[in-house]
């Protein structure tokens, strides 16, 4: 059934829901955070005749060769999550990536002026990793700022298997959730290629990658899996700041070793740790 616009496109509507849930839940303030969807060929087909491509090529910033003559929907660069909803056609954009792997244009949206999100980088280069891996239904890469977490990494050890193990004692359901386990970069300044690249090199291996003091990228196939696992994590990190907060670090007890060997047993999962 053709679409009279862009935004009744179901891959649309479910970016812009997503990103409503995030400012819901508070991991949005101001322009903070961003979102990306690479589009499949059938999402293209349905939004042809709502691209121009008459806009000039941009440099990314760093090669992103998998990704060529791919399109993305994203949130734009100095944008409030909450005006998305409302406001989709100034917030996001829809952009090509071109033959060489190396710009993008816009497509679509941005109109009253502005560019993708800063952390442009970032997310194509994570979405250029899941590609080489295999990963060929993970389409979406979301990035906010869940305060418990960011309060964590204040806390603990930066260490990909402490931060781990710590929340998956958090909550049951988290080492069924992300038995990858999450990684952890040490604080560095965002939007360049710097922190993309070390942010690539942690994506192969899990879904989850926390930006130490700043937030948590996520990568995922479907909307809801994606929001899911910040879902999770977080409120596995908001469960872990009030024991910590309670004991003082001291827990009576906790989800051992051997509990965690039965949960996988029981569910299928193989444990990163």
Same mark, same amino acid.
């Given at each position: 059934?053709?679409?009279?616009?862009?935004?009744?496109?179901?891959?649309?509507?479910?970016?812009?829901?997503?990103?409503?849930?995030?400012?819901?839940?508070?991991?949005?303030?101001?322009?903070?955070?961003?979102?990306?969807?690479?589009?499949?060929?059938?999402?293209?087909?349905?939004?042809?005749?709502?691209?121009?491509?008459?806009?000039?090529?941009?440099?990314?910033?760093?090669?992103?060769?998998?990704?060529?003559?791919?399109?993305?929907?994203?949130?734009?660069?100095?944008?409030?999550?909450?005006?998305?909803?409302?406001?989709?056609?100034?917030?996001?954009?829809?952009?090509?990536?071109?033959?060489?792997?190396?710009?993008?244009?816009?497509?679509?949206?941005?109109?009253?002026?502005?560019?993708?999100?800063?952390?442009?980088?970032?997310?194509? +280069?994570?979405?250029?990793? #899941? /590609?080489?891996?295999?990963?060929? &239904? $993970?389409? =979406?890469?979301?990035?906010?700022?869940? @305060?418990?977490?960011?309060?964590?990494?204040?806390?603990?050890?930066?260490?990909?298997?402490?931060?781990?193990?710590?929340?998956?004692?958090?909550?049951?359901?988290?080492?069924?959730?992300?038995?990858?386990?999450?990684?952890?970069?040490?604080?560095?300044?965002?939007?360049?290629?710097?922190?993309?690249?070390?942010?690539?090199?942690?994506?192969?291996?899990?879904?989850?990658?926390?930006?130490?003091?700043?937030?948590?990228?996520?990568?995922?196939?479907?909307?809801?899996?994606?929001?899911?696992?910040?879902?999770?994590?977080?409120?596995?990190?908001?469960?872990?700041?009030?024991?910590?907060? +309670?004991?003082?670090?001291? #827990? /009576?007890?906790?989800?051992?070793? &051997? $509990?965690? =060997?039965?949960?996988?047993?029981?569910? @299928?999962?193989?444990?990163?740790?």
């Amino acid at each position: 059934m053709s679409i009279n616009c862009i935004t009744e496109a179901e891959f649309f509507k479910g970016f812009v829901r997503m990103a409503d849930d995030g400012w819901q839940q508070g991991w949005h303030e101001r322009n903070g955070g961003n979102l990306s969807y690479r589009l499949k060929d059938s999402d293209v087909a349905e939004v042809a005749s709502f691209l121009k491509h008459d806009a000039p090529w941009q440099p990314i910033g760093v090669t992103v060769s998998l990704l060529q003559k791919s399109y993305f929907l994203v949130t734009g660069s100095g944008k409030y999550f909450r005006n998305v909803k409302d406001f989709p056609e100034d917030s996001l954009a829809v952009i090509e990536i071109d033959e060489t792997g190396l710009q993008y244009r816009i497509c679509w949206g941005l109109v009253n002026g502005g560019r993708p999100t800063s952390e442009l980088p970032t997310h194509l +280069m994570n979405h250029a990793v #899941k /590609l080489a891996a295999g990963k060929t &239904e $993970n389409r =979406i890469i979301y990035h906010a700022h869940p @305060g418990n977490l960011i309060a964590l990494t204040f806390v603990l050890p930066l260490d990909h298997e402490t931060f781990t193990r710590e929340l998956w004692e958090s909550a049951t359901e988290c080492p069924v959730v992300f038995p990858d386990g999450i990684r952890v970069v040490p604080w560095m300044v965002p939007g360049g290629r710097e922190i993309a690249e070390a942010t690539g090199v942690l994506m192969k291996e899990c879904d989850a990658v926390v930006w130490a003091h700043h937030g948590l990228f996520c990568s995922g196939e479907t909307f809801d899996s994606t929001f899911g696992l910040m879902h999770t994590i977080e409120k596995a990190a908001e469960i872990l700041v009030k024991v910590i907060s +309670m004991s003082g670090g001291k #827990k /009576l007890q906790t989800i051992t070793k &051997e $509990n965690f =060997i039965d949960l996988a047993e029981a569910f @299928g999962v193989k444990l990163a740790y």
